[in-house]
């Protein structure tokens, strides 16, 4: 059995204790954190919490499974004496982590990506016994597995946080690496013979880089040391006076790049004949200062430090005063100080072999005090240890309980029993969770994307080489009747065929030129004719074989095309785009063009419409009349829905519905479906897009406004959108049919006019190019 210290349920009753007081003071739960445009980054304050709360809760814990189901989180299933809870790490390039949160998800073993294998492999039925950060001031966290608690350690997980340049490195101690720098010197302090990797999220080799390969078989070497110096760096760990502290921020801020604003950007050349005082450039930001100055410190930490002292995020150097600075260096003071606490509790918690020794609890409620403190500031999305060292009341900072309590509680699928086995997710776990979740979920959205369009392609690429040789075979077989004719002149000639000879003079049918016809001298001129008929003969027998396949050929191309501008417009951006591309996906395995890949929601929905409420129980009788009834009302209900969930909506000026469709099941629903012969029918001509009605009611005229509105949707929702004016047919849905053994969303029309549509003019297009300046303004860390 795993013995875990008394102190963890201490902390976990404490947290818990903490949320549900705030909940029972406060008269109204706190707003739900709102949609963030870009991720906060995942600084050292918030690796300094999250190891701590992994350190008080999850050591030691039973590693039960690792399961990396993206490809860029990895989560291990933990077991303690409390219950289950899981390590989430992940090395996304915008939202890197490591904190506990919900069990892990249950996936196929063929579903498990390398990384995940491996840790499985390696880390299952081991005890994680270190939760640490080696070194100060860097976002590494470490964590350590031995065979049981009190055993050395065997193998290490190191998490890097650090952005872009994020990543994960399993590795063995104390084994001597096989590749890179060798030494013979097994006891010393060479790394050769510290950790080997055993296996990289991300991996880097020799010959893309000499100084820190990452790679199996080499051995680990820690990032190298981040800019700045370390806050608690002058001398017995103390920090900085305010005075070091000061010239500090200020000679960082000074090589800070100056920005220009956009609209100096924009008038720079109207301006030339300004003064020449006029720098266009923005003064130097204590926010940079710090940033650059001082380790560990990041800009959403450095505009709430700012905050918590009173002032303004973008304040400049030379606008605060003498005593200004002492605010700003008691906030910075108490920050540096309270994570050198933690991480200093941190070390001595390692160093310590007993689980149950005095100093094990002073050092651990050393920590469940910090975090019990700790504040949320979700205006900056900043994760603060320390308590505000000024009297001013911070806006925008809630407890951390409460952040945690507020947060989304949205979770992974999890199975139910797993839920009810496990521990409550704790409060930074929570926060964090609910934080980055998203981005987790698109990264899922956008690797299934990638398969599916691959599939899609790789289909489109070889129906293009069909339908591209079938034409070639056509075009040889379109001049059979020259070969034919060819053959009737040899033999209406033939008597002045010399035997012996090579060729044979004849009289065009047509003109009556005389010309030269080539004879095989070894078979005769009749032979010769004789195998021209054959060959003739062949070619109208290819002709009238191959142009049914291309036919069918060129249906497949233009259904594929179609496909492919279906998944393009699928940006992951809702539920609703996620099942319209497990829709494309199931769509495209019943077609046998690509391989399945587990369950989605796809194939529920029509488990579900097979089903169609047939369930009954024992004794009552499912053949009644209102069973049956209420059967069947279920199944239309499913299948409308079903139906609707790959339709987009839009509401015309004048309030008319218009209804766009997401894919193929999209549109065939719309074309055959919910289309009405009072309703018009839009496509782009000429092009893959997507299927558009105008409902109206019976007896109504769509005016020339409407038809603009719905021809501009269907323009922007196809291939050409990017054209400025596009031709598109319209008619009623009377006329549009599906031909027989069509693929699904196929259609043909036997009567169209046309019209132009405008995609730039659309609603979604305005939005797009909202959504494109926002990110052009969006900054990064």
């Keep these: 059995a795993v013995c875990a210290p008394a102190r963890r349920g201490h902390l976990r009753t404490q947290a818990i204790a903490t949320r549900v007081s705030a909940d029972a003071d406060a008269p109204a739960a706190p707003p739900a954190p709102p949609a963030r445009k ?86 299952r039925n081991l005890i994680l016994v270190q939760a640490s950060v080696p070194e100060p001031w860097e976002r590494v966290a470490v964590f350590g597995f031995a065979a049981r608690p009190g055993d050395a350690v065997a193998f290490r997980l190191h998490v890097e946080t650090q952005g872009r340049n994020s990543n994960a490195v399993l590795t063995q101690v104390g084994a001597r690496a096989d590749r890179g720098k060798k030494t013979s010197d097994p006891g010393g302090d060479d790394p ?197 060292a000024s009297d001013l009341k911070a806006e925008g900072a809630l407890c951390l309980a409460a952040a945690a309590a507020a947060a989304s509680t949205r979770a992974d699928a ?25 981005a987790k979920d698109t990264d899922v959205f956008r690797r299934e994307k990638d398969r599916v369009t691959q599939g899609a392609r790789a289909a489109l690429k070889k129906t293009r080489q069909k339908v591209s040789a079938f034409r070639k075979q056509i075009a040889d077989a379109a001049d059979f009747e020259k070969t034919k004719t060819a053959a009737d002149e040899i033999m209406a000639y033939l008597h002045g065929y010399v035997e012996g000879s090579n060729s044979i003079e004849v009289f065009d049918f047509e003109t009556g030129e005389a ?77 046998r063009l690509i391989k399945p890949a587990g369950k989605g929601a796809a194939a529920q929905i029509r488990e579900e419409q097979e089903r169609g409420g047939k369930k009954g129980g024992k004794g009552k009788k499912s053949s009644s009349a209102a069973s049956a009834a209420k059967n069947k009302n279920n199944k239309k209900r499913l299948a409308r829905e079903a139906a609707m969930s790959n339709v987009r909506r839009y509401v015309a000026p004048s309030g008319k519905e218009v209804l766009v469709g997401r894919n193929s099941t999209g549109n065939e629903a719309v074309s055959l479906k919910l289309g009405q012969d009072q309703d018009v029918w839009f496509h782009v001509r000429g092009a893959p897009g997507a299927h558009v009605i105008l409902r109206q009611q019976p007896g109504e005229t769509a005016s020339a406004e409407e038809m603009r509105f719905a021809a501009d949707l269907a323009a922007f929702h196809s291939k050409l959108r990017t054209g400025g004016k596009v031709l598109v047919s319209f008619t009623s849905p009377k006329f549009v049919r599906k031909p027989s053994g069509a693929r699904l969303g196929m259609v043909t029309m036997d009567k169209e006019s046309v019209m132009t549509g405008r995609p730039d003019d659309t609603e979604p297009a305005a939005a797009e190019r909202a959504g494109k300046g926002e990110k052009d303004n969006a900054g990064a860390w």
């Design 515 to 591: 010309r030269s016809v080539a004879i095989d001298p070894l078979v005769g001129a009749k032979a010769t004719a004789e195998k021209l008929y054959k060959q003739a003969r062949k070619r109208k027998r290819t002709a009238s074989a191959v142009e049914p396949l291309l036919s069918a050929a060129v249906a497949e191309e233009a259904y594929l095309e179609q496909i492919e501008f279906s998944l393009s417009e699928l940006s992951g951006g809702g539920a609703d785009d996620a099942l319209a591309l497990e829709e494309i996906a199931q769509e495209l395995v019943d077609a």
């Design 38 to 123: 870009k991720l906060p980054a995942f600084d050292y304050t918030a690796l300094v919490a999250s190891v701590a709360e992994i350190r008080a809760l999850a050591v030691p814990t039973k590693v039960e499974v690792a399961v990396q189901a993206d490809a860029y989180t990895l989560v291990l299933g933990l077991r303690g004496l409390e219950g289950k809870t899981a390590l989430h790490v992940s090395w996304h390039p915008d939202a890197a982590r490591v904190s506990l949160g919900p069990p892990p998800p249950r996936v196929h073993k063929t579903e498990n990506l390398s990384f995940g294998e491996q840790a499985q492999a390696v880390l």
């Design 414 to 438: 999890t199975a139910a029993e797993d839920l009810a086995r496990s521990m409550p997710v704790p409060p930074v776990g929570a926060l964090f969770f609910s934080v980055y979740g998203e």
């Design 192 to 388: 050769t013979f510290a950790d080997k990797i055993v296996a990289c999220a991300y991996q880097v080799g020799s010959s893309q880089t000499s100084v820190r390969p990452l790679s199996p078989g080499f051995a680990y070497q820690p990032p190298p040391p981040a800019p700045g110096v370390a806050p608690d760096a002058f001398g017995d760990g103390a920090c900085a006076d305010r005075e070091t502290f000061r010239e500090a921020v200020t000679a960082a801020a000074a090589t800070a790049p100056k920005k220009q604003s956009r609209a100096k950007k924009k008038n720079e050349a109207e301006r030339t004949d300004l003064d020449t005082s006029d720098t266009f450039t923005d003064a130097a930001s204590v926010r940079d200062g710090l940033v650059r100055a001082w380790r560990g410190v990041s800009p959403a930490l450095a505009r709430s430090l700012l905050k918590d002292a009173g002032f303004d995020a973008g304040v400049a150097v030379g606008d605060l005063s003498d005593k200004d600075w002492d605010a700003t260096h008691a906030e910075w003071t108490a920050w540096a100080r309270t994570i050198s606490s933690v991480v200093s509790s941190l070390e001595r918690l390692d160093e310590t072999t007993d689980p149950t020794s005095n100093s094990v609890t002073d050092e651990s409620s050393a920590a469940d005090r910090y975090l019990a403190t700790a504040r949320w500031r979700e205006d900056e999305g900043q994760l603060l240890l320390h308590a505000a």
